[in-house]
Structures are given as structure tokens and as C-alpha cells.
């Protein structure tokens, strides 16, 4: 069993950065591959980003290449996504996954937290 909890949404203006991290409960942390998720209202949830969990292995939706990174420190259970050029579309609530390998498809992670609004103003 595997809790998550997310921090470090917010208000930011587009161009700004903000870093969210996502605190895990549970000792299968270390072996589990690490993903966040976005959804904005009307629309479907959206990957982010993955990360394997030895954190060798990354990988990002079209949306944020380049302006996105996520990393684990499995000695602190802490993943964090930092988002710099934040642009309003980039605005949703952002959610932390857990699961087996690190997909873009949302079926392959087994928890989630609860998430964290990410508002971004033009």
C-alpha cells in the first residue's frame, strides 16, 4: 500500500516556475516507477511525466518537453516535478501516481494522490 500526498501548487504568472513535490507512505516506494498526471476542468487527465524507480529512466508528454523535469529521491520517498516557462494551459490539478512501470497511460498506475491546483494567469 502506497499513500501519496502532493504540495507546492499555486498562483504564478505565465514565465514563472513553481516545483511540486509528492511525499509517499510506504515501503515500496523505492520500486515503484513514479508518474504525475494533469487535469484541467472539461478536459480528460493528461500525462506529465514518468520516472523509472531508480530514476535512470524519464519521460514527458509533448506538452512540457523542455520546460518540465521530474526526479525521486528515494532516500527522502519524495518525487517532484519542476515546471519552469509556465504558460496558462498549463493550468490544472496535478496528480502524483504510483505504479509498475513509468507510461504515459494512466491504467498502469495502482495510487494516487489527492492533488494540487497549479494556476498559471496570462
Known amino acids: 500500500q502506497v499513500q501519496l500526498v502532493e504540495s507546492g501548487g499555486g498562483l504564478v504568472q505565465a514565465g514563472g516556475s513553481l516545483r511540486l513535490s509528492c511525499v509517499a507512505s510506504?515501503?515500496?516506494?523505492?520500486?515503484?516507477?513514479m508518474g504525475w498526471f494533469r487535469q484541467a476542468p472539461g478536459r480528460e487527465r493528461e500525462f506529465v511525466a514518468g520516472?523509472?524507480?531508480?530514476?535512470?529512466?524519464?519521460d514527458y508528454g509533448d506538452s512540457v518537453k523542455g520546460r518540465f523535469t521530474i526526479s525521486r529521491d528515494n532516500t527522502k520517498n519524495t518525487v517532484h516535478l519542476q515546471m519552469n516557462s509556465l504558460k496558462p494551459e498549463d493550468t490544472a490539478v496535478y496528480y502524483c501516481a504510483a505504479g509498475r512501470i513509468p507510461t504515459p497511460s494512466s491504467r498502469y498506475y495502482d495510487y494516487w494522490g489527492q492533488g494540487t491546483q497549479v494556476t498559471v494567469s496570462s
Open positions: 510506504g515501503r515500496t516506494f523505492s520500486s515503484a516507477a
Open positions: 520516472i523509472t524507480w531508480s530514476g535512470g529512466g524519464t
